[in-house]
Nanobody, 125 residues
Framework: QVQLVESGGGLVQAGDSLRLSCAASGRTFTHFTMGWFRQAPGKEREFVSG????????SYLTSVKGRFTISRDNAKNTVYLQMNSVKPDDTAVYYCAAQRGGEAARLSLGGVDYWGEGTLVTVSS
């Protein structure tokens, strides 16, 4: 059974840092692009960041560039999202995602093969 399990969410203040982790199990995630989406209350789920398996190329939502950093440990089947200088607008449920392919760094909402259940990040002002 394939599982993506997120951890690291919580309540933080604006300007703080937070690191999300996603542990994948149930299969090998080589040749998968891994990444993160988020969904704020009343809004659609949006792509936040992705990382390719092939060469570690990364992709980011414009509003998080320079503040968030994605990384992955293929040996541990784990992907991370380091979130620095968080803002109230970053408040959302963050979902880990895996999409077959591995070459691209960007995931598409309709192309994700596996989803985690999400972890809530709340940023107070």
């Amino acid at each position: 059974q394939v599982q993506l399990v997120e951890s690291g969410g919580g309540l933080v203040q604006a300007g703080d840092s937070l690191r999300l982790s996603c542990a994948a199990s149930g299969r090998t995630f080589t040749h998968f692009t891994m990444g993160w989406f988020r969904q704020a209350p009343g809004k659609e789920r949006e792509f936040v960041s992705g990382i390719s398996w092939i060469d570690g190329t990364t992709s980011y939502l414009t509003s998080v560039k320079g503040r968030f950093t994605i990384s992955r440990d293929n040996a541990k089947n784990t992907v991370y999202l380091q979130m620095n200088s968080v803002k109230p607008d970053d408040t959302a449920v963050y979902y880990c995602a895996a999409q077959r392919g591995g070459e691209a760094a960007r995931l598409s909402l309709g192309g994700v093969d596996y989803w985690g259940e999400g972890t809530l990040v709340t940023v107070s002002s």
